[in-house]
């Protein structure tokens, strides 16, 4: 539609809440936003758009007033938003309480379980320690056991060579024990016979007899000095045999000895065993323990994370609300200076109104000049 068009309706483009006229032929210069009444001609550059000073202040009122309803509409609506962001506030920092109890709870007992895990693997290596040093402990008594074993035996061979000379110089003595008194008899043999023939003989040969009877008490006292000997060797032999019943016996009791500290290197060993295989056991079960709170870390982070990126768009919408609000307090700060102006201006103009009466009424009061003056009674 056209402009000039009788029937066509204008709109001030600086008011939004400008009502809406037809222009015709009756209002050349447009009718007021207000009222709607024809515009008086405008003597500015700008056109006019309120026929008075009237419609000008009740339009600014009622855009103020629509302004203060969106103002007052929007501080709701953000106290709303507010009211609703509270709970979820509650319940986010409630989720933060819970995480981070959850965290040290799972810090504080995948603690516990490392030091209980570190305390039986330390246990476990005092055990393995202690059966490393009863294994070597076990393995010095074997080999001390090991050598006095061979001592043993080199001492019995010893009393074994002692005794095989002993009895081969016994018998060596036994016998040259014999063929001295087997020679001695024939000799004291000779010698009777040599007595009875002595009988019969010279004086000489009574000095030989005298002679061969020396001769055989000295035979006698080396028989006797042999058998002392002989005697002698014997006891050495029983001794020699005693000390070979000794060795034997302190060789059995280091036999039993090594047996017995075998037995126990075996059972350290075992035990060794054992402990290595609860060490194994235990690490694996520590590490069993550290992924799964590893684990657990992660699921708790991501937890974290997610619970973090709600905090941060929630802490994003409260800013955002933030924001309104204090924009709305601003717009209502802006509005009550305006109403504060406006109370001001609507003072002066309502001192302006009085004054401008009381000289109306003055006016009023006084006569115009060379106006008659109005009868006194007299």
């Known amino acids: ?20 006229v037809p222009a015709d032929a009756a209002a050349p210069h447009g009718r007021c ?49 507010l009211a609703e962001a509270r709970p979820l506030q509650e319940a986010l920092r409630t989720l933060v309480d819970r995480f981070a109890d959850k965290v040290d709870l799972a810090e504080t007992g995948a603690l516990a379980r490392i030091s209980a895990a570190e305390a039986e693997a330390a246990e476990d290596r005092a055990d393995a320690a202690i059966a490393r040093e009863q294994a070597a402990s076990a393995d010095r008594a074997r080999i001390s056991a090991e050598r006095r074993m061979r001592e043993a035996e080199q001492a019995q061979r010893l009393a074994e060579e002692r005794e095989d000379n002993a009895r081969a110089d016994l018998e060596r003595i036994g016998e040259k024990t014999r063929a001295e008194v087997l020679e001695l008899g024939e000799k004291l043999g000779d010698a009777k016979k040599a007595t009875e023939l002595a009988e019969s003989v010279t004086a000489d040969q009574a000095n030989q007899l005298r002679a061969l009877r020396t001769e055989n008490r000295e035979l006698q006292a080396a028989r006797t000095a042999l058998d002392d000997e002989l005697t002698e060797r014997s006891r050495q032999l029983q001794a020699t045999q005693n000390t070979s ?3 034997r016996k302190r060789l059995g009791e280091q036999s039993d000895r090594a ?17 290595r295989e609860e ?24 937890e974290l994370e997610a619970a973090r990126q709600q905090a941060e768009a929630r802490a994003t919408e409260l800013i955002r609300i933030q924001t309104l609000r204090e924009a709305a307090q601003d717009l209502i700060a802006e509005l009550r ?18 004054k401008l009466r009381a000289d109306l009424d003055q006016l009023r009061v006084q006569p115009a000049p060379g106006a008659p003056e109005p009868e006194q009674d007299r």
């Open 337 to 354: 200076g305006q109403r504060e102006d406006l109370k001001a201006r609507h003072d002066a103009l309502y001192a302006e109104v009085g």
């Open 279 to 302: 060490t194994l056991a235990t690490h694996a079960d520590l590490e069993r323990v550290r992924q799964r709170h590893d684990e657990q870390t992660q699921h708790l982070r991501a």
């Open 33 to 81: 936003a207000w009222d709607g009444q024809p515009l008086p001609r405008s003597t500015g550059r700008r056109p006019r758009q309120y026929c008075s000073d009237a419609c000008k202040t009740a339009a600014s009122r009622a855009r103020r007033k629509e302004q203060l309803t969106a103002v007052t509409t929007a501080v709701a609506e953000s106290g709303a938003v």
């Open 245 to 247: 019943a000794q060795l």
């Open 1 to 20: 539609m056209r402009d000039d068009d009788p029937g066509a309706t204008t709109r001030s483009d600086g008011d939004p809440g400008a009502a809406t």
């Open 259 to 275: 047996a017995a500290l075998a037995l126990q290197l075996a059972t350290a060993a075992a035990d060794a065993t054992t402990a």
